[in-house]
């Protein structure tokens, strides 16, 4: 049965987007009435191939039959071109990367940041899967500065297998971030670079960036403030889809408020990414997707 959440979405999503509505209830339709696939197996972008190992949790069905925040898809589809760069800060199992890649083709690049070992691997499969393709992944988080941090990961796991709340996607350097979920929690040291040293580093040029996806977990601030050159740029703002959350009764709050004020002061038009219409900051879900152009 379709979830409720999922009738909401739909009803959202329709008021913006009409036309494609019926190609995402297809899709999730055929999701909904098929199997569950196991093992191995892998799935196509275009001529991009993308593997998934679909023991690791139930998310990964949803990557299979390419339902996974499907809402998302026209915003990539707008900002990547054929020879622009996509950059991904926080991959996790490369999902967004892969569709990316699609996009920007033979003559593009994607850059793609997954600092949790036994996710990265997945990310490195899909270099390894395509290499006509020019895609750069690296196991290191994005944060402030160079520098070395602890970061709490959820792994794979039977007890975890069905969780959607605290998932393979929810590790996070931000301390005490998932104090809520220590029974299936570990710690781990990861590297840390900041995007504008990275970017700067390899000569990528930031006009060719069409977009830059942020999602990691509550650690969104640091990640911008070692992006000042590429918000700061003058001219064509590069867009930016961010993952923000808000939940104010933490001992350390999240307020993704916060972050949206903070790329308006940097000239950026922020927008839910869902309808492409702007926020009611008083109205924030725990958990939002931004668009900011």
Same mark, same amino acid.
């Given at each position: 049965?379709?979830?409720?959440?999922?009738?909401?979405?739909?009803?959202?999503?329709?008021?913006?987007?009409?036309?494609?509505?019926?190609?995402? !209830?297809?899709?999730? &339709?055929?999701?909904?009435?098929? =199997?569950?696939?196991?093992?191995? $197996? +892998?799935?196509?972008? #275009?001529? %991009?191939?993308?593997?998934?190992?679909?023991?690791?949790?139930?998310?990964?069905?949803?990557?299979?039959?390419?339902?996974?925040?499907?809402?998302?898809?026209?915003?990539?589809?707008?900002?990547?071109?054929?020879?622009?760069?996509? !950059?991904?800060?926080? &991959?996790?199992?490369?999902?967004? =990367?892969?569709?990316?890649?699609? $996009? +920007?083709?033979?003559? #593009?690049? %994607?850059?793609?940041?997954?600092?949790?070992?036994?996710?990265?691997?997945?990310?490195?499969?899909?270099?390894?899967?395509?290499?006509?393709?020019?895609?750069?992944?690296?196991?290191?988080?994005?944060?402030?500065?160079?520098?070395?941090?602890?970061?709490?990961?959820?792994?794979?796991?039977?007890?975890?297998?069905?969780?959607?709340?605290?998932?393979?996607?929810?590790?996070?350097?931000?301390?005490?971030?998932?104090?809520?979920?220590?029974?299936?929690?570990?710690?781990?040291?990861?590297?840390?670079?900041?995007?504008?040293?990275?970017?700067?580093?390899?000569?990528?040029?930031?006009?060719?960036?069409?977009?830059?996806?942020?999602?990691?977990?509550?650690?969104?601030?640091?990640?911008?403030?070692?992006?000042?050159?590429?918000?700061?740029?003058?001219?064509?703002?590069?867009?930016?889809?961010?993952?923000?959350?808000?939940?104010?009764?933490?001992?350390?709050?999240?307020?993704?408020?916060?972050?949206?004020?903070?790329?308006?002061?940097?000239?950026?038009?922020?927008?839910?990414?869902?309808?492409?219409?702007?926020?009611?900051?008083?109205?924030?879900?725990?958990?939002?997707?931004?668009?900011?152009?």
């Amino acid at each position: 049965m379709i979830a409720a959440k999922s009738v909401r979405f739909f009803l959202r999503y329709l008021t913006s987007d009409p036309l494609r509505v019926p190609d995402l !209830v297809w899709r999730r &339709a055929i999701e909904e009435f098929s =199997s569950l696939p196991r093992g191995i $197996r +892998v799935t196509n972008f #275009g001529d %991009v191939k993308y593997e998934i190992d679909l023991s690791i949790h139930r998310l990964m069905a949803k990557y299979f039959f390419r339902t996974h925040e499907m809402y998302l898809e026209r915003i990539f589809d707008r900002y990547l071109a054929a020879d622009s760069i996509f !950059v991904d800060v926080g &991959a996790n199992c490369g999902y967004w =990367s892969a569709y990316a890649l699609s $996009r +920007v083709g033979r003559s #593009g690049q %994607v850059h793609s940041f997954e600092p949790v070992p036994e996710y990265f691997c997945l990310l490195r499969r899909i270099a390894e899967l395509n290499p006509a393709y020019n895609i750069n992944v690296n196991n290191v988080a994005c944060g402030a500065r160079a520098e070395r941090l602890r970061m709490a990961v959820v792994l794979p796991g039977a007890d975890n297998f069905d969780n959607f709340d605290t998932n393979v996607g929810s590790s996070s350097i931000v301390p005490g971030f998932l104090d809520h979920a220590r029974c299936i929690t570990e710690f781990v040291d990861v590297d840390v670079v900041a995007l504008d040293d990275y970017l700067l580093d390899r000569n990528v040029d930031i006009d060719r960036i069409g977009l830059i996806k942020i999602d990691v977990e509550g650690a969104e601030s640091q990640v911008l403030d070692g992006m000042q050159r590429i918000l700061s740029k003058p001219g064509r703002k590069v867009a930016i889809l961010c993952e923000i959350l808000t939940d104010l009764n933490r001992t350390n709050p999240l307020e993704g408020g916060r972050i949206i004020t903070r790329l308006e002061r940097c000239g950026y038009r922020c927008m839910n990414a869902i309808n492409l219409r702007p926020f009611d900051d008083s109205k924030l879900n725990f958990e939002e997707n931004v668009l900011c152009v």
